[in-house]
């Protein structure tokens, strides 16, 4: 049987076309690479979970809108003018308990509906501070290592299970009348005024 000639032309023909898939592939790698690289995560880290997309989150310049919900007040500059004049129309009034969104302190971007009674007015909006059905007389003293700071108020129908609920004095909110929903009653004028010296009293010492 005779030796098979092969055409040196059709070798090196073979060979760049070989040459060229090999490069092509090449550059498809290093393309995906650098794409994954820039839409991904850096290696190490994990990536950051999105806000809420509820719309309540405080807004940076700490301007209370009806789409935030409350933001802290700023009480630098005086507190506001305190009032009681309790009105059950369906409009927040000082001196009545009504719920609405609070963020959470380490986290803005984070909260819960919770009654808050409303102590003043702030010309669209009002002042309110916030209620909670938990008894901190039993860790005031943790509590005020955080800076937390309450005063019993009693009972009223905001809390449906009849439980003793506290204010919170350190920290005033500002809130939109919108963003403010079910009217939970009205607290005595008495217990009233008696919130407002401990607010006033814990401020100035402060």
């Known amino acids: 049987m005779?030796?098979?000639k092969v055409n040196p032309q059709l070798l090196n023909e073979i060979g760049t076309f070989l040459?060229?898939?090999v490069r092509g592939f090449a550059r498809a790698k290093q393309q995906q690479s650098q794409q994954g690289t820039q839409t991904g995560t850096q290696p190490g880290t994990q990536a950051k979970p999105k806000a809420p997309s509820s719309g309540k989150k405080p807004t940076t310049s700490g301007t209370a809108s009806t789409l935030t919900g409350a933001v802290e007040l700023d009480t630098s500059g005086g507190l506001p003018n305190f009032d009681y004049a309790p009105h059950m129309d369906g409009d927040p009034d000082p001196g009545e308990v009504m719920w609405t969104w609070v963020p959470y302190e380490d986290d803005p971007r984070q909260g819960k509906d919770r009654p808050v009674?409303?102590?003043?007015?702030?010309g669209a909006n009002v002042a309110a501070v916030q209620l909670?059905?938990?008894d901190h007389d039993l860790d005031a003293a943790q509590e005020?290592?955080?800076g937390r700071y309450w005063f019993e108020i009693g009972t009223g129908n905001w809390d449906p299970k009849g439980r003793v609920s506290e204010a919170r004095l350190d920290r005033?909110?500002?809130v939109p009348p919108a963003a403010m929903r079910r009217e939970g009653g009205i607290l005595d004028e008495g217990i009233f005024s008696e919130v407002v010296?401990?607010?006033t009293a814990h401020h100035s010492n402060s």
Do not use: H, P
Not at 117 to 122: F, N, P, S, Y
């Open 2 to 4: 005779g030796a098979v």
């Open 117 to 122: 009674l409303v102590i003043a007015r702030l």
């Open 172 to 174: 005033i909110l500002e």
């Open 132 to 134: 909670t059905s938990k």
């Open 19 to 21: 040459q060229g898939l």
């Open 144 to 146: 005020a290592r955080w």
């Open 197 to 199: 010296q401990a607010i």
